[in-house]
């Protein structure tokens, strides 16, 4: 015995370069502005930060910390950049919680 054929007709297919159906949900990249806005936020604070620190009174640990919070801060200003918003989230948040894991050391009054 066959199986019952759904009575709901398949859609038709799209012609490349032609707009997707009025249900058809698209992927953007750069779609969420909630991403956005807080990678430029988490960013602003963590290059603030970095450019705080003198890297010269680093220890072991925290130039590590150093070095890695500024690579994913390059690589969430380059994914910012392509309009990859949720990649740019997830990098900015890695960098801000790794430039806040470093002492920052000021000046002594």
């Given at each position: 015995?066959?199986?019952?054929?759904?009575?709901?007709?398949?859609?038709?297919?799209?012609?490349?370069?032609?707009?997707?159906?009025?249900?058809?949900?698209?992927?953007t990249i750069g779609s969420d502005e909630n991403d956005r806005t807080e990678a430029e936020r988490l960013l602003n604070d963590t290059d603030a930060r970095l450019a705080k620190v003198d890297r010269a009174h680093l220890s072991g640990e925290d130039?590590?910390?150093?070095?890695?919070?500024?690579?994913?801060?390059r690589s969430a200003h380059n994914a910012l950049e392509q309009r990859d918003y949720l990649a740019a989230s997830s990098l900015a948040k890695k960098a801000y919680v790794l430039a806040n894991s470093i002492a920052v050391k000021g000046p002594s009054p």
């Open positions: 015995m066959t199986p019952p054929v759904s009575e709901a007709s398949p859609s038709p297919p799209t012609a490349p370069g032609s707009p997707a159906s009025p249900g058809a949900q698209t992927v130039a590590s910390n150093y070095r890695q919070a500024a690579e994913f801060a």
